[in-house]
């Protein structure tokens, strides 16, 4: 089954400093983790693909307009206090891998090399539509 796990940033539940002041050392150490992890992952056959993303001030919210057209709103948007800073989508046998694999990636280091304890939104990644439909 795959599974979509995203790494969540809020403010309010963030008891570390911003990345913009984490040290060069303590920037290296947590990517070097991500990068760690995704090799286990692949090594290990279970990892479809992570990518890391863009912070909220590089976003753009589109919408249809009225003749279909793009309406884009660009950032920062002051007002975001969550965002999703990454994901993986892993293939792996149970719901409960998919959840030890969300406890190990919320271990990752920030400053100081303290885990993060970031919360991990666990999805699972749907084949289809469901049966009911």
């Not at 993060?116 to 939104?121: F, Q, V």
Request: aromatic content about 8%; hydrophobic content about 40%; charged content about 25%.
């Amino acid at each position: 089954m795959k599974y979509m796990l995203l790494m969540q940033f809020s403010e309010r539940s963030a008891d570390f400093a911003p990345l913009t002041e984490w040290t060069q050392d303590e920037v290296r150490a947590h990517i070097a983790f991500m990068r760690d992890t995704n090799s286990k992952l692949s090594d290990a056959g279970e990892l479809v693909t992570a990518e890391g993303l863009a912070g909220p001030e590089q976003a753009r919210i589109v919408r249809a307009g009225g003749d279909g057209s793009a309406v884009v709103t660009e950032g920062p948007f002051p007002e975001t206090k969550e965002f999703l800073a990454g994901y993986w989508i892993v293939d792996c046998e149970s719901d409960e891998r998919a959840v030890e694999l969300a406890a190990y990636v919320s271990t990752a280091p920030g400053p100081g090399g303290k885990p993060l304890n970031m919360p991990i939104e666990v999805r699972q990644v749907m084949a289809g539509p469901p049966e009911e439909m």
